[in-house]
């Protein structure tokens, strides 16, 4: 299926999630991708060109902090919309989102509805 909305690249070591992300976000319309940790995303995000990126933060290899720095240091990832999904939700793990430069945060478990209209709205979607 050709999606106008764009390609997400899915990010998240647990399977289930993973998957539970995809379905929601094909049936709005995007073309998804996933990667099983911080180090599959930078692998395959240049290749991917993804719009949107959701990235789980507590991940083996390389978490999703240290995935979303080297996003944002890289000048042709730079740009590419990343929303952190986490169980984490202090505030000082929203802080250290917004230091790096993370476009969304939301908290696990999260409403799925939650999850797709934040995605639109940085793909530069109107809501549903």
Same mark, same amino acid.
């Given at each position: 299926?050709?999606? +106008?909305?764009?390609? $997400? *690249?899915?990010?998240?070591?647990?399977?289930?999630?993973?998957?539970?992300?995809?379905?929601? %976000?094909?049936? /709005?319309?995007?073309? $998804?991708?996933?990667?099983?940790?911080?180090?599959?995303?930078?692998?395959?995000?240049?290749?991917?060109?993804?719009?949107?990126?959701? *990235?789980?933060? !507590? !991940?083996?290899? *390389?978490?999703?902090?240290?995935?979303?720095?080297? *996003?944002?240091?890289?000048?042709?990832?730079?740009?590419?919309?990343?929303?952190? %999904? +986490?169980?984490?939700?202090? /505030?000082?793990?929203?802080?250290?989102?917004?230091?790096?430069?993370?476009?969304?945060?939301?908290?696990?478990?999260?409403?799925?509805?939650?999850?797709?209209?934040? $995605?639109?709205? %940085?793909?530069?979607?109107?809501?549903?």
């Amino acid at each position: 299926m050709t999606s +106008s909305f764009g390609r $997400v *690249l899915v990010v998240d070591d647990d399977d289930v999630i993973r998957q539970l992300i995809t379905v929601n %976000l094909e049936l /709005e319309g995007f073309e $998804v991708t996933t990667a099983v940790d911080g180090q599959d995303c930078l692998d395959k995000v240049k290749a991917v060109d993804p719009v949107v990126i959701t *990235l789980d933060i !507590m !991940m083996p290899r *390389l978490d999703g902090w240290e995935a979303a720095s080297r *996003l944002r240091d890289d000048p042709e990832t730079a740009g590419v919309k990343v929303v952190l %999904l +986490s169980a984490r939700a202090q /505030e000082a793990d929203l802080q250290r989102g917004n230091r790096i430069g993370v476009d969304a945060y939301l908290t696990k478990p999260f409403d799925p509805d939650d999850l797709i209209a934040t $995605v639109r709205r %940085l793909a530069g979607l109107p809501a549903a």
